[in-house]
């Protein structure tokens, strides 16, 4: 476990050190939050409730995808790219041989990451964004406290499923492709580009089950209030279960692929 | 033009400070500068061969930055071929080759040949004399199985060697080889080295190389600039270097048994190990009477010459300079109160 | 080779004198030469993976129509939006996409300036007989960015196809004029964020801004942005005039800010001043690097 919290401080100050890239990116996440921001006003105010949604609720919404953008890494980003390579080049093998967990180190190391987008992007987007529009902010503590723990979930799922294009490295050539396919799907499905709830028929249905709708649309829901009691429960079973079913995936997929590593001899 | 006496390549008093911006706490920056070239003149003429050495972040590599033109001198005067290279950037460009050991300019998914078709084209070298030096390095440099693969599938050993070729295409008048041995097996290195000898005898392109290689500079280079801290600390012969540093090579020998320390005129033993003996000896004396000698004296059964390496020379040559002379080790101490 | 070399050196006479020509040639034409040169290869190079070449630009194409795709799923429960039809909004969509994916194409490899600092590559440029700024915008040409382009252009079709729009000759030529000026002013941000790499070696992502982000802004009618917001992208950094002041006029709409008509007939002018103050922020950001050297 300790080895682990190190992999995981490792994580967060690897993206810490990097401050000028930290500021740029705040900046780029601010001047997107004011576009999307004024399209949902220009959309709300003709349909006000459009989705569920109170047009105070969707300029919300906007600005919490601008902040979990990067924790949740939705458009990718992060480890599976070096994971790849080292499995390329073949020196996972290295990996494979530590006294450490393949899944476990990368995991640990990727909360630490998210940790650090969380603080260092997450914040002062949506603290900007409350200086010109109206934001709906929870205002019980417990709120934001499930709100916290429905993002940990979402890295969670996130991670797992940016694990297993990783892990495709094993047998495709070359997984670019297919890590551009699964973000593409990622930043349509996870409510990036419009919450799901906007999504039309059978559409919006199989978006809003699909494992991408942990890593924004549950979190803000919960952020926004409209997941309370047994419906927040819910929410989160459906959020664990994405995480566990495709974090064992990702297990089942790492033992075959190192049992193919040994017989390989590396 | 080198008639006039005046060398190809000159430096006079160059500079070149940096600015560092330091952290110092937690938002506050200190700026500071820092001269990584202090005042460096020297003249190279046509055709010659020179070793340029100096420990790591002496000012090497900002030296040949600025006679690449690449970066501007804060101070001094500079000129190759008759060039200012910080004006003239890419007029400097067509007269110079320029091989950074570590980062090759070849691309990198196509085959090597497509790599000089575009060095044809860019440098707009005419078509004949193209051809010629391309068949030239190709022979030389022993290229013809290589130019049709992909050079992301060439060793280092082989990209090295098409990585000089691709700097000798369009003739230039000087070529700057940075570390150009480095990371290359024993082989690599042999063919390297004598492509780079015929090349400057047979055609006088001057050559300006650094290398951590002492044995390049042996092979190679009649004379040898060293660089410490931004100042020029040494300009002469190879064999001046070793005198000025009491450098020395090392004569390793296995004796048929184990046997008391040798004892031999201009040599002392400097560790024992069985019947293998290291004796170091003075490196601008020959071997060969001590070998003879030991050879008469002793049951020799195999030796070998280790070559002082390059870092060791310079750090001696360093550390003897501080003592004898009182001027040069204030302006020693001025330097590092910097 | 003593032969060949020596009569090499022979024929290099007189020395220090360069071939003729060499100091005529104007620095614009060489730098498109050594720009397409430099594109050649790179296109050759992805050839030599056409099956990801084939995956990667359907995926910038995809990426790039989710956009509509968004916008469409907008339409879905309105009919205007900020009093623009579909068929408006497409248009404006369609002139700024295939404008952005131009400059993408050209001059989208930018943003790398601060890696190639960082990693000392960017000094193997600077020993060629080139323009860096050419060989820089050619690095790493990306022909899957066509996907962009292609994409844009098809939602500008669509636009063509279903809008009503009275058309003079004067509103066919703005058409072409509208994305080659969008494309330059574009380019030029591109170029300008560049530049401003070699000061902040890790903030490409602040052009991005500028860039991705401006295309967005774009694609959207200026009645949605607020006031405050459509005048700075109009005198500050002169986006407007990639498609929102010419496409008002080709669809005979009232620009919000009260331009007058004739500003829809600026956008060349404009373009040009953008790539002037570009160019001159590239050559004041290279000679610091070349003075600093970091």
């Known amino acids: 476990m300790r080895l682990y919290a190190v992999v995981a401080a490792g994580g967060f100050r690897r993206y810490a050190t990097y401050r000028t890239a930290t500021a740029a990116g705040v900046f780029t996440n601010t001047v997107f939050g004011f576009i999307v921001a004024y399209t949902y006003t220009a959309l709300w105010e003709q349909r006000p409730q459009l989705g569920g949604y109170d047009l105070s609720q969707a300029v919300t919404y906007v600005w919490l995808g601008q902040s979990l953008l990067m924790t949740c890494a939705m458009m990718g980003g992060g480890f599976e790219d070096e994971l790849m390579d080292r499995i390329r080049t073949g020196d996972v093998a290295i990996d494979l041989y530590r006294p450490a967990d393949l899944q476990l180190w990368w995991l640990a190391s990727d909360l630490g990451r998210a940790a650090f987008h969380l603080l260092g992007r997450g914040i002062v987007p949506m603290a900007l964004g409350g200086l010109v529009f109206d934001l709906t902010l929870p205002g019980n503590p417990l709120v934001w406290l499930a709100f916290l723990f429905s993002v940990f979930l979402g890295v969670l799922v996130s991670f797992a499923v940016r694990f297993l294009v990783a892990l495709s490295a094993f047998w495709l050539l070359d997984g670019a492709g297919v890590g551009q396919i699964t973000f593409l799907a990622g930043m349509f499905f996870s409510g990036m580009l419009l919450p799901l709830t906007l999504f039309p028929g059978l559409l919006g249905e199989v978006a809003r089950v699909l494992p991408w709708s942990s890593l924004l649309q549950v979190p803000a829901d919960v952020f926004l209030g409209r997941h309370t009691g047994w419906g927040l429960v819910g929410a989160f079973a459906f959020q664990a279960g994405w995480a566990l079913a495709l974090l064992a995936l990702g297990r089942l997929l790492q033992s075959v692929a190192t049992r193919r590593v040994v017989v390989q001899g590396g | 033009m080198d008639s006039d006496g005046s060398g190809f390549i000159e430096l006079d008093g160059i500079e070149k400070v940096f600015d560092v911006r330091r952290k110092a706490g937690l938002l506050r920056r200190e700026r500071h500068q820092v001269r990584a070239v202090d005042g460096i003149s020297f003249s190279v003429a046509r055709g010659e061969m020179v070793g340029y050495i100096g420990p790591n972040g002496a000012g090497k590599s900002t030296t040949i930055k600025m006679l690449t033109g690449i970066l501007t001198p804060s101070a001094g005067r500079l000129r190759v071929a008759g060039i200012d290279p910080s004006r003239e950037r890419t007029r400097l460009a067509r007269r110079i080759g320029v091989v950074f050991g570590q980062r090759t300019t070849l691309w990198w998914d196509l085959p090597l040949i497509d790599s000089y078709r575009l060095v044809h084209r860019m440098y707009r070298i005419p078509d004949k004399r193209y051809r010629e030096n391309l068949e030239r390095c190709v022979e030389l440099l022993e290229l013809g199985e290589l130019l049709d693969v992909p050079v992301r599938q060439l060793s280092l050993g082989q990209r090295m060697r098409g990585d000089i070729a691709a700097a000798l295409l369009h003739d230039p008048e000087v070529l700057y080889l940075d570390e150009p041995t480095i990371g290359l097996d024993v082989i690599s290195k042999a063919r390297v080295r004598e492509f780079l000898r015929d090349l400057n005898a047979q055609s006088r392109t001057t050559v300006l190389l650094t290398t951590h290689d002492l044995t390049d500079i042996e092979q190679l280079c009649a004379r040898v600039m060293v660089i410490d801290h931004g100042r020029l600390v040494y300009d002469g012969a190879l064999a001046g270097l070793h005198e000025v540093g009491e450098s020395e090579r090392t004569l390793v020998v296995d004796l048929e048994r184990e046997l008391p320390p040798v004892e031999l005129p201009g040599a002392r033993v400097v560790k024992v190990e069985g019947p293998r003996q290291w004796l170091a000896f003075p490196a601008a004396a020959s071997a060969a009477p001590l070998v003879a000698r030991i050879a008469a004296e002793y049951p020799l059964m195999d030796l070998s010459v280790r070559e002082p390496d390059i870092e060791s020379v310079i750090a001696k040559m360093l550390s003897r300079r501080k003592v004898p002379d009182p001027a040069v080790s204030e302006e020693v101490a001025e330097r590092s109160a910097l | ?294």
């Open chain 3, 1 to 294: 080779m003593a032969d060949g070399l020596s009569e090499g050196v022979s024929e290099r006479v007189p020395k220090g004198v360069p071939p003729e020509g060499e100091w005529s040639r104007p620095p614009l034409w060489e730098g498109l030469r050594a720009y397409g040169l430099i594109i050649a290869m790179w296109i050759r190079s992805t050839m030599a993976y056409r099956a990801s070449f084939a995956m990667t630009a359907f995926g910038n194409f995809a990426a790039t129509a989710f956009d509509f795709v968004a916008i469409l799923l907008m339409f879905s429960h309105v009919d205007r939006l900020g009093g623009y039809s579909l068929p408006e909004v497409a248009f404006l969509y369609g002139a700024a996409g295939a404008a952005f994916g131009l400059a993408d194409l050209t001059f989208g490899s930018m943003d790398r300036l601060g890696r190639r600092v960082r990693d000392g590559t960017l000094d193997t440029l600077l020993v060629r007989p080139a323009p860096v700024l050419a060989q820089v915008a050619g690095d790493r040409f990306a022909l899957r960015r066509l996907g962009r382009i292609t994409q844009g252009l098809l939602v500008l079709g669509y636009a063509l196809v279903t809008l009503d729009i009275a058309w003079t000759p004067l509103k066919v030529a703005m058409l072409p004029m509208m994305i080659l000026s969008g494309a330059a002013i574009f380019a030029s941000v591109f170029v300008a964020g560049g530049a401003f790499q070699f000061w902040a070696l890790d903030a490409a992502e602040v052009q991005n801004s500028f860039t991705y982000g401006g295309t967005t802004l774009l694609q959207y009618p200026p009645t949605v942005f607020a006031k405050d917001l459509v005048r700075g992208v109009t005198f500050v950094v002169p986006l407007a005039f990639v498609n929102w002041i010419p496409a008002l006029y080709v669809m005979d709409r009232e620009d919000p800010l009260g331009l007058p008509d004739w500003a829809a007939f600026l956008p060349p002018v404009v373009a040009v001043g953008c790539c002037a103050l570009a160019g001159l922020a590239w050559r004041v950001g290279l000679r610091a690097y070349r003075s600093t050297g970091s």
